[in-house]
C-alpha cells in the first residue's frame, strides 16, 4: 500500500464521506426539483464530483449504471474546450459518439473555480422525457441513424461565465415535445450542480485548495486500492460466457454477446470479441455506456460498498471490437441502448458465475421494458409519458429466492405511482400484480415477474416499446430452470394479440398494452427445493398446483398439502428422465408450450 | 374511558404536583418526574420486552416512593414507546387481510421496487404484513377525480367478506384506488364488514390518510391494522394497572409529530405514535428553544449504536411527510427506499447514522480507518467496560483522549479499563495506519464525528440551510462529549446542554402539547380551485380538530389551529408545506399563499419560477394548550447522589490543543462563565469544552456553550 506524503487516511476519509453526501445533497436536490416522472419518480439520474483532471471522486447514491458513464462524457467537454474553461461556466453534452450515452440523458457539468483555478467539476445526468426526432420519448427502437433519435448536443456551453446561452436554450425549447418537463428538469440539474459547488467550495474553506485537490486525487487512489485487494482475493483463470438479445425489431437474428473474463492478480480483464456485427436498429450500446454497464455488474460481483469513482475503473479493462454490438460506430443510432446494456451486465454475470458458482445468483428477468406513449391532446399540446417496467425481478441466488419485482443490482429504478400517472397522463392503469410461475425453478426459485398494462383514455396515441427476453430465457445457474419470457399482448380481453418485443403502433382510446415481464432464474437443482417451501408459494398463489410439478412437488386438497408420496415418486422419475443437471449457467430459447403468457 | 376534566392541566384547577415522562428503550425505561417547583427525578429501570408495562409500573413506583408522594399526586403520565414499533419488526402484529382494487393486490409488496442497497446482490424485500392469500381483490374502479368507473360489485364483495370469515382474521385493511377522491367505495364496504364480521378492527385508507399515492396509502392502512390490536392491547392494560395503582389520570402518548395524544386516539390511530420515542427528544429541545427565546436549532442525540439530527426553524419543527420503519434509517434514506415499511403520516424529520460510542473501529482493505456500522452495543461493549469485548469502539478511543473519566462512569459505579482500550486502538488501529496511539484515537474521535456531521447536513444543508444560524442543542449519552467538535466543523458557535442531557427524551414527553393532525388531498390547480370547495374542506378539518379538543376539555379559547397546505409548481415533484396566511381562500389568499411558496421554495432550492402553483393537500394541525407553560422555570436535580468534587486530569485536543491538564467540575459549579479547556462530569454523561469555547449555567440549568470570537 502506497501513501501519498503529508495526506493521513483519517482526513481522506472525512473528506471522501464529505463529498458523497454533498453528491447525495445534489440528488434530493434533483427529486424534489423535477418535473418528470421519469426523473421524479422513476428516478433516472445521477449526480457526481470530480476532480480538476475530469476524474470521478464521488457518486450520489442514485443509479450504479451510470456510474461509468459521466466521466466519459466530461472528457470529451474537456478534450473539446481545452483551456477555454471559465468561471461561471456550464457545460451541456447528450452525444453518444462524444462520450455521452443516448440522447436522452443530458449531461451538465459545472467546473469548479477558487481564485481563477480550475479544482473540480459538478455533474448530474438525467433522462429526459422526450428529446426530439421522430419518435416521442426517445427511446425508439427502430432508428436506424443517429440522426433519426433527436437533437443532438454535443459538448457546448450552456453557461457562459454566468450567462446563459439563450439560443442553445430555444433550441431546446423549440425541439422537444414537452418542453416544460424537459426544461424543468433541466433547472433542476442546473440547481444540483450549483449546490454541489457550494459544497465542494465548503470543503476548501475548511481544508485549504491544496491540501483539497491533493486529497481529491488520493481518495481515487485508495478506491483503486481496495478494488484491487477485492480482484485479488478472486479466482484467476479465464471464464465465457455468451447471452443474447433477441433481435434487433428489424430482423429475426439474435444478437450474440459474447465474452471472455480474465482474471490475473489484481486485474480484470473483459474481453468481447467475438460479440455480433452493431443492429441496424437503435439498441446498441455505445462503447463508454458497455463499460459503465460492465463496471457496475463487477462492483456488485466484488463489493458494492467500493465508493463510486474512477479508482474502481482502473483495474478493469474492456476490449471490444470497433463496429460490434457493443462498440458501435456513427452514425449507428443508440437511443434504446439501455436494453444492450442490460444484457452486457448479465454477460459478466453469466461469466463470473463460471468463476463464483457459490456466489453469483442466477439472471434477474431482463424484460428491460420501456415503454413511451406520446400524442396530441385536443388543444394541441403535447403528452409523452415514458416509464421503465424495467429489468425485473431477481434470480434465485445461493441463500435466497430472488425477490419478486424487485430491480436488477445494476439498476435502481423506482416504479411510478399509478395514481400519480392517472393524475398526469391520458392513461389509465388496469392492473399490477405479480405472474404466477413466472420465476424459474430452483432450490432458490426466481423472483416474479410483473404484469403492468396501460389504457389510453385519450383519441389516440403512438406507443413505442422497447422490450426483451421473448425469445431467449433468463438464465438458471447451478441447475436451475430459466425464468419465463417477457411479453406483450395487445387488447388482452379482445384480440388479444402478441406483439413483438419491440415495435412501434398507433392506438387509440381504450386500447390496452399489456406488458408481462420476464421472471428470474432459478438457482440449483428445482428438485432439491424443500416441498414445503414450494407448498408455502402454491398458499400465497405465486406458484400454481400445475407450477409445483416442476419442482416434483404434487400438491393437492383442500386446504393444499403436500402429497409426500407421490412428491417422492415424480421426483426419482424425473431425475431419471432428465439424465445429468448442467451446473454452469447456459442461455435457452424459450418455447411457446413452458410459459404460454396466460396470466391467473 | 378516562377523558377527565382536567385533561393536560386544561382545567383550572390544578390538584397534584408532579407528572410523568416514560420513555422504553431497547435497554432502558427512562422515567423523569418533573414538579411544578421544577424539581426532577430521574429513574433509569431495566426494560421488560415480554411485557413493557412492567418495567413503566416499576420506574413509577420507585419513583413515588423515593419522592415520598401518594399515586394521587401524580397529574399526568406521558409515554413514548416501541411497542408498535417492535411488533412490525418482530412480526408479532395482528394477521391482518386487505381488500384492495381489482387487479391491485401486489401494490402493497411491490411496493415502489427500489432497494435499499445499491449494488447488493442478495437483497431481499421486506415481508410484506399482509401475505398474498389475505389480499382479497373487489371489482371496483374510481377516476383520480373521484366519478365511478366501475361500480363496486356487491357480489365479489360478499365472496371475499366469505373468505374473510373463513380465514379467522380479526384485522382488516381496506384500500381502494383513487379513494382520496371519492371514498363511496370504502364507505361501503366499511358498512359490509362492520355488518358481516362484527368484532373485526378495521382500518379504512380514506379515513386514515385521503392522500393521493396508492402504495403509500395501502401500506399506511396497513400498518394501523397490523399494530392496531397489539397496541389497543398494551394501552388499555397499562391504564388499567396506572388506575389500579391509584394513579387516575390521562396517559398521553407521544406521536412521532411530535404532538401528544389521548390514549383513546393512539388507540384507534396507532400510527401517529409509531417512532414516538426519538421524536420526544427533539420535542424536548423544541420547548426548551420557545422558553431560552432560540429559534433555530439543531438537535444532536448520540447514544449507543446510532446518532440523530433534527432541525428547528423558526421556532418550527421540521416534519417529514413519510418515513419507512424499520427502513435501516441513514442519512441515504432520501434517496435509498425500500428497506422498511413506509408510513405516510408527518413525523418529525431525523436523520440518522450508525455513529454512536458503541460503534466499532477498523481498517478497510485499502488502507482507511473506518468505524460501524457494526457495534458493540451493551453486551460486551466497548473494550473498557473489560466485559469481553476485543474490537476498539468510539467510547475506547474518548477514553483514550481523557474525554471520559478513565476510572469510570455513572459517578463511579461502573469501572473502566483504560489501558485495555489503549491496546485494542493500538493493535487495531494505531499499529496498522503507523499512527501513535495518541493520533490513533482522535483520528477516530474525528471520523466519527465527520459521520456524525453528515446526519446534520442531511437536515441543514442538504435543505439549503446554513448550519452556522443554529444553536445545537445536545443530549443523548455521548451528545456532550462530541457537540463542540461537531459545531466546530459545521461552524455553529452556540451549543445547549440541557440538563440530565442521558434521559433528555423523557423530558420532551413532560413539555409537548396535545395534537391532532388532518389531512386532504385537495389536487387543484390554483386556476381550477373552486373556492367555496376547498373552504368546505377547511372547515370540515378545523370542526374535526375543535370537536376532538373540546371532547378533551379544552374550551376554544386554548384550541391553537394551524392550517398548511403541501403544494408545488404544476407538473413538479415533491411537495413543499407552506403555511396558510389566512383563513380562508379567495383570491387575495392565493396571491398570498403563491408568494409565500416562492419565497419557501427559493430557500430550499435556490430559485423562484414564474409558473402556475398546484394544492396537493390541506393540512389542519389542532392543538391544545396548558394554561400554564409545560417548561419550569428552572429544573433542579433531587436525585440523591452528589456532586463529584473537582479534579483534573490530562486531556487530549486535537493537533492544535495536544494534551492539556484540564479542570474536571461538576454542572453546578458553571455558575460562574469558565473557559475551556474543561470537562464537565455528571452521572450519565460528560460534556466537553475544549479550548477556545466558553462554558456557563443559564436560567433553566442548562449549559451554554459558546465559541470565542
Avoid at chain 1, 405 to 424: F, K, L, R, Y
Avoid at chain 2, 12 to 27: H, K, L, N, P, S
Avoid at chain 2, 341 to 356: K, N, Q
Avoid at chain 2, 557 to 564: A, P, W
Wanted: proline fraction near 6%; charge should be negative; include cysteine.
Amino acid at each position: 500500500m502506497t501513501e501519498r506524503q503529508g495526506l493521513d487516511p483519517v482526513t481522506r476519509n472525512i473528506i471522501k464521506n464529505y463529498l458523497e453526501s454533498a453528491a447525495d445533497t445534489m440528488a434530493v436536490t434533483v427529486v424534489r426539483t423535477a418535473r418528470s416522472l421519469v426523473v421524479r419518480d422513476n428516478m433516472d439520474f445521477s449526480t457526481a464530483i470530480f476532480n480538476a483532471d475530469g476524474d470521478q471522486v464521488a457518486q450520489g447514491l442514485t443509479l450504479p449504471f451510470h456510474m461509468g458513464a459521466m466521466q466519459p462524457a466530461l472528457d470529451a467537454v474537456r478534450k473539446h474546450f481545452g483551456d477555454d474553461v471559465r468561471p461561471g461556466d456550464i457545460f451541456a453534452n447528450n452525444d453518444p459518439y462524444e462520450g455521452a450515452s443516448h440522447l436522452p440523458d443530458i449531461f451538465l457539468f459545472k467546473p469548479i473555480f477558487v481564485n481563477e483555478l480550475l479544482m473540480g467539476w459538478t455533474c448530474v445526468i438525467a433522462h429526459h422525457t422526450d428529446i426530439g426526432g421522430r419518435v416521442a420519448g426517445g427511446n425508439a427502437c427502430d432508428n436506424t441513424e443517429i440522426y433519426q433519435e433527436g437533437l443532438r448536443l454535443p459538448p457546448i456551453k450552456l453557461y457562459e461565465e454566468g450567462r446563459l446561452n439563450a439560443a442553445v436554450w430555444r433550441i431546446i425549447e423549440k425541439n422537444v415535445r414537452v418542453p416544460d418537463k424537459v426544461l424543468g428538469d433541466i433547472r433542476a440539474q442546473l440547481s444540483a450542480i450549483r449546490q454541489g459547488e457550494r459544497e465542494v467550495l465548503r470543503l476548501v474553506s475548511d481544508h485549504g485548495l491544496e491540501n483539497l485537490k491533493n486529497y481529491m486525487t488520493d481518495i481515487i487512489d485508495y478506491t483503486e486500492r481496495l478494488t484491487r485487494a477485492e480482484i485479488e482475493g478472486l479466482p484467476d483463470g479465464s471464464w465465457s460466457f455468451t447471452d443474447y438479445v433477441d433481435d434487433d425489431g428489424f430482423s429475426d437474428d439474435p444478437i450474440a454477446i459474447k465474452l471472455r473474463v480474465t482474471i490475473e492478480g489484481d486485474e480484470i480483464l473483459l474481453d468481447f470479441t467475438g460479440t455480433s456485427p452493431q443492429a441496424k436498429g437503435s439498441i446498441n450500446p455505445n462503447f463508454a455506456f458497455t463499460k459503465s454497464a460492465a463496471y457496475a455488474a463487477l462492483k456488485g460481483l466484488t463489493n458494492p460498498g467500493i465508493t463510486a469513482n474512477a479508482g474502481f475503473f482502473r483495474p478493469i479493462k474492456v476490449i471490444a471490437t470497433p463496429g460490434s454490438y457493443v462498440n458501435p460506430q456513427h452514425p449507428a443510432p443508440v437511443a434504446a441502448r439501455g436494453l444492450g446494456g442490460f444484457r452486457v451486465a448479465h454477460t459478466v454475470f453469466g461469466a463470473m458465475a463460471k468463476a463464483l458458482p457459490d456466489r453469483v445468483p442466477a439472471a434477474w428477468g431482463g424484460g428491460e421494458i420501456g415503454a413511451s406513449f406520446g400524442g396530441y391532446y385536443p388543444d394541441g399540446k403535447a403528452f409523452v409519458f415514458l416509464e421503465f417496467n424495467n429489468d425485473g425481478p431477481r434470480g434465485g441466488g445461493p441463500y435466497a429466492d430472488g425477490a419478486d419485482g424487485a430491480t436488477a443490482p445494476v439498476t435502481n429504478q423506482s416504479n411510478t405511482p399509478i395514481e400519480s400517472i392517472e393524475a398526469d397522463q391520458p392513461l389509465r392503469i388496469t392492473r399490477y400484480s405479480y405472474v404466477p410461475d413466472s420465476g424459474g425453478a430452483g432450490v432458490f426459485r426466481g423472483g416474479l415477474g410483473v404484469i403492468r398494462e396501460y389504457e389510453l383514455t385519450a383519441a389516440e396515441a403512438s406507443v413505442q416499446i422497447r422490450s426483451d427476453r421473448n425469445k431467449f430465457l433468463p438464465w438458471g445457474a447451478q441447475g436451475g430452470s430459466p425464468g419465463s419470457q417477457t411479453h406483450s399482448i395487445l387488447n388482452p380481453d379482445g384480440e388479444n394479440r402478441e406483439l413483438p418485443s419491440k415495435f412501434l403502433m398507433d392506438v387509440k382510446r381504450g386500447d390496452v398494452y399489456r406488458s408481462v415481464q420476464a421472471g428470474g432464474g432459478g438457482y440449483g437443482d428445482p428438485l432439491e427445493r424443500d416441498p414445503e417451501a414450494v407448498l408455502y408459494d402454491v398458499l400465497q398463489e405465486k406458484v400454481t398446483v400445475g407450477g409445483a410439478l416442476e419442482y416434483g412437488v404434487v400438491v393437492s386438497g383442500e386446504p393444499p398439502e403436500v402429497d409426500v408420496e407421490s412428491t417422492g415418486k415424480l421426483r426419482d422419475r424425473m431425475r431419471r428422465e432428465r439424465g445429468p443437471l448442467t451446473l454452469e449457467p447456459r442461455v435457452e430459447a424459450a418455447s411457446e408450450a413452458r410459459h404460454p403468457g396466460v396470466v391467473l | 374511558m378516562i377523558r377527565a376534566a382536567n385533561f393536560l392541566g386544561a382545567s383550572v384547577v390544578r390538584m397534584t404536583r408532579f407528572r410523568a415522562g416514560v420513555d422504553i428503550g431497547g435497554t432502558f425505561t427512562d422515567v423523569v418526574f418533573l414538579g411544578d417547583d421544577g424539581s426532577v427525578l430521574v429513574r433509569k429501570v431495566a426494560s421488560t420486552p415480554d411485557d413493557y408495562a412492567e418495567a413503566v409500573l416499576n420506574g413509577i413506583s420507585l419513583g413515588i416512593e423515593e419522592l415520598g408522594l401518594s399515586p394521587g399526586d401524580i397529574g399526568e403520565v406521558s409515554h413514548g414507546y416501541t411497542v408498535a414499533t417492535n411488533a412490525i419488526l418482530e412480526g408479532k402484529g395482528e394477521r391482518t387481510a386487505l381488500i384492495t382494487t381489482e387487479g391491485f393486490r401486489d401494490v402493497l409488496e411491490l411496493a415502489r421496487i427500489r432497494t435499499p442497497r445499491l449494488y447488493d446482490l442478495y437483497y431481499q424485500k421486506p415481508v410484506p404484513l399482509v401475505e398474498r392469500r389475505l389480499r382479497f381483490e373487489v371489482p371496483e374502479r374510481m377516476t383520480f377525480q373521484g366519478e365511478v368507473l366501475k361500480p363496486l360489485s356487491e357480489a365479489s364483495l360478499s365472496e371475499v367478506l366469505d373468505r374473510i370469515e373463513a380465514s379467522g382474521v380479526r384485522s382488516v385493511a381496506v384500500s381502494l384506488l383513487h379513494s382520496y377522491a371519492n371514498p363511496s367505495h370504502e364507505e361501503r364496504i366499511t358498512e359490509a364488514v362492520r355488518e358481516r364480521l362484527p368484532g373485526v378492527t378495521l382500518s379504512v385508507s380514506s379515513e386514515l390518510l385521503p392522500e393521493m399515492r396508492e402504495y403509500e396509502r395501502t401500506s399506511t392502512t396497513v400498518i394501523n391494522a397490523y399494530v392496531r390490536p397489539v397496541v389497543a392491547e398494551y394501552l388499555s392494560q397499562l391504564s388499567g394497572e396506572l388506575r389500579k395503582t391509584g394513579i387516575g389520570v390521562p396517559l398521553t402518548v407521544m406521536q412521532s409529530n411530535g404532538g401528544l395524544a389521548p390514549v383513546e386516539s393512539a388507540i384507534e390511530k396507532p400510527i401517529y405514535c409509531i417512532e414516538s420515542g426519538p421524536a420526544a427528544g427533539v420535542v424536548g429541545a423544541y420547548h426548551l428553544g420557545k422558553r431560552l427565546g432560540i429559534d433555530n436549532i439543531l438537535t444532536f442525540d448520540m447514544g449507543g449504536t446510532t446518532a440523530k439530527a433534527s432541525m428547528i426553524e423558526d421556532g418550527e419543527m421540521l416534519l417529514a411527510p413519510e418515513y419507512e420503519v424499520g427502513g435501516g434509517m441513514s442519512v441515504g434514506h432520501r434517496l435509498l427506499k425500500g428497506g422498511g415499511y413506509i408510513l405516510r403520516v408527518p413525523s418529525i424529520d431525523l436523520a440518522e447514522v450508525s455513529a454512536g460510542g458503541g460503534s466499532i473501529v477498523w481498517v478497510d482493505r485499502g488502507g482507511s480507518l473506518q468505524s460501524g456500522p457494526q457495534s458493540a452495543g451493551a453486551v460486551p461493549g466497548p473494550v473498557c467496560y473489560g466485559r469481553g469485548g476485543q474490537e476498539p469502539t468510539v467510547t475506547d478511543a474518548n477514553v483514550s483522549l481523557g474525554y471520559l473519566n478513565p476510572d469510570h462512569l455513572l459517578g463511579g459505579e461502573f469501572p473502566l479499563d483504560a489501558d485495555a482500550a489503549a491496546r485494542a486502538l493500538r493493535d487495531r488501529v494505531g499499529g496498522p495506519l503507523g499512527m501513535s496511539d495518541t493520533e490513533a484515537a482522535n483520528g477516530v474521535h474525528l471520523l466519527v464525528n465527520s459521520n456524525m456531521a453528515r446526519a446534520l447536513r442531511a437536515v441543514s444543508t442538504e435543505r439549503g440551510r446554513d448550519p452556522r444560524r443554529f444553536t445545537l442543542v445536545a443530549f443523548g449519552g455521548g451528545g456532550p462529549i462530541h457537540a463542540a467538535g461537531l459545531a466546530d466543523s459545521l461552524g455553529i458557535s452556540r451549543i445547549v446542554v440541557p440538563p440530565s442531557p442521558g434521559v433528555f427524551s423523557a423530558f420532551g414527553l413532560l413539555f409537548a402539547d396535545l395534537e391532532h393532525h388532518f389531512v386532504q388531498t385537495h389536487f387543484k390547480a390554483f386556476a381550477d380551485l373552486d373556492f367555496r370547495e376547498a373552504n368546505e374542506i377547511l372547515d370540515r378539518l378545523r370542526g374535526e380538530g375543535r370537536e376532538l379538543l373540546r371532547a378533551e376539555g379544552f374550551d376554544d379559547s386554548r384550541h391553537q389551529v394551524v392550517t398548511q397546505l403541501d403544494m408545488k409548481y404544476v407538473g413538479q415533484t415533491s411537495e413543499l408545506t407552506v403555511s396558510m396566511p389566512q383563513s380562508r381562500f379567495g383570491p387575495e389568499a392565493l396571491e398570498e399563499i403563491g408568494a409565500g411558496y416562492g419565497v419557501e421554495h427559493e430557500k430550499t432550492y435556490g430559485y423562484q419560477s414564474d409558473e402556475p402553483f398546484q394544492l396537493v393537500n390541506i393540512r389542519v394541525v389542532a392543538r391544545g394548550l396548558s394554561d400554564e407553560s409545560r417548561v419550569p422555570e428552572r429544573i433542579v436535580s433531587v436525585s440523591g447522589a452528589a456532586e463529584p468534587a473537582s479534579t483534573d486530569r490530562d486531556i487530549y485536543f486535537g493537533r492544535a490543543g495536544g494534551w492539556l491538564r484540564t479542570p474536571v467540575v461538576g454542572r453546578s459549579s458553571l455558575a460562574v462563565r469558565s473557559e475551556g479547556p474543561l470537562v464537565v462530569e455528571e452521572y450519565d454523561s460528560t460534556t466537553v469544552v475544549p479550548p477556545g469555547w466558553t462554558a456557563s449555567l443559564d436560567d433553566l440549568g442548562n449549559i451554554a456553550l459558546e465559541r470565542m470570537e
